[in-house]
């Protein structure tokens, strides 16, 4: 059973950086994806990265300030976001799956077996 921690979450101002970072254990998969949700908000995807290609896919709010990445030596999946908006406020929620290929479904929650308990990010003016 593959379990995921995440960590990295803080408060920052509007236009900083943050590096959340989510650690596996107990097993393989596939697919290393963050998303997240905001007070009141349904869960979204943020961005995806499969190991067997080197593009990762992202969400259209990301617009180039976040990276997802992912270092299988250390079974750690990172999140760079830079340039953090008022809007990025969110618990973030690390999530893991087996599939291979990258599909539409795969910016839904549905196609992810393993989830974290996610971090919390806080941007402020």
């Known amino acids: 059973q593959v379990q995921l921690a995440e960590s990295g979450g803080g408060l920052v101002q509007a236009g900083d950086s943050l590096t959340l970072s989510c650690t596996a254990s107990?097993?393989?998969?596939?697919?290393s994806a963050w998303f997240r949700q905001g007070l009141g908000e349904e869960l979204e995807f943020v961005a995806a990265?499969?190991?067997?290609?080197?593009?990762?896919h992202y969400a259209d709010f990301v617009e180039g300030r976040f990276t997802i990445s992912r270092d299988d030596d250390k079974n750690t999946a990172y999140l760079q976001m830079n340039g953090l908006k008022l809007e990025d406020t969110a618990m973030y929620f690390c999530?893991?799956?087996?599939?291979?290929?990258?599909?539409?479904?795969?910016?839904?929650?549905?196609?992810?077996?393993?989830w974290g308990q996610g971090t919390q990010v806080t941007v402020s003016s």
């Open positions: 999530a893991a799956s087996t599939r291979w290929t990258w599909t539409p479904i795969m910016k839904t929650m549905n196609a992810y077996n393993y």
């Open positions: 107990g097993g393989t998969f596939s697919t």
């Open positions: 990265i499969i190991r067997t290609e080197t593009s990762a």
